[in-house]
Each structure stands twice: as C-alpha cells, then as structure tokens.
C-alpha cells in the first residue's frame, strides 16, 4: 500500500512501554519539584512501584478491574499520628500501579509524566489527611 505523503520516522516504532525503573525516575523528578517543606513533611513516606495491585487489596477496595486503581497510599495519614511510627509499625507507603497508569495515559490527552504527577500527589494527599473530596475541592479550586 503506498502513501501519498513522504515516508517520515516517528521514533515510536523503536520505543518501549517505560518500566518500573523508568516509573522510579518520573516519582523522583515529581518529589524532587515538591516544595521543601511538604518534602520534609513526608518524613520517611516510601514509594513503591508494582505492575499492578494485589489481589488481596483490590478484593478489600471493592475493585474488580485492576485497571481501575492507579495508585495507593498505605497506611496513617499525618492528620491521624502517622508522623510518629511506633514499633512494629510499617512505614507509610504510596504504591504506583504502572499497567493501569500506562491505560489511563493511552485513553487521555495528557502526558505520561503529568499523569504520574498527578497519581503521587494525589496519594501524598491521602498522606497529609485528605480525603478523595478534600482534593476534588482543591483541584476544582484551583482549575478556576
């Protein structure tokens, strides 16, 4: 089948689905831009990259489709005494699920790093108490 246009390289036919490695990079770059002090309030805040949740936390969440859940925050929110960790207590953790943010990214107009953004600080939002409304609002607010 010929073209009328000129052949042109694109440079996706050589590209690959970035890795969790890749995630990694693009989770740092977003923490690195974060204002000093909301970077020192995360405190010893983990974050941690999978292909996909478990089984087990998507069962708990209600979720049936893995793709449905981009990313998590585990454990106490600042607003309830998770700056103090006690012992025995895992740290407070974000998870990145990469296949269903590599979904997302394919069906939307928005590039893949501003769509890890925008999962992280979502999630560094449930770290500092909010809630999923307290950051409708926000994000509504600052959309006007």
């Known amino acids: 089948m010929a073209s009328i246009n000129p052949i042109s390289r694109s440079g996706w036919s ?3 689905a970035p890795g969790l490695k890749d995630f990694e990079a693009m989770a740092s770059e977003v923490l ?3 204002p000093d002090d909301l970077l020192l309030r995360c405190g010893h805040l983990q974050i941690s990259l999978a292909d996909y949740a478990p089984d087990d936390v998507l069962d708990e969440l209600g979720i049936e489709d893995p793709h449905d859940l981009l990313g998590l925050f585990e454990g106490q929110g600042l607003a309830h005494g998770g700056d103090a960790v006690g012992t025995g207590q895992m740290p407070n953790r974000i998870w990145l699920f990469r296949r269903p943010i590599l979904d997302y990214w394919a069906a939307m ?3 893949l790093g501003d769509v890890v953004a925008h999962v992280l600080i979502h999630e560094i939002g449930h770290h ?3 809630s999923d409304q307290d950051m409708e609002r926000i994000e509504a607010a600052t959309e006007r």
């Open 14 to 16: 050589e590209r690959r």
């Open 128 to 130: 500092f108490g909010l």
């Open 109 to 111: 107009d928005e590039t």
């Open 32 to 34: 690195a831009g974060l």
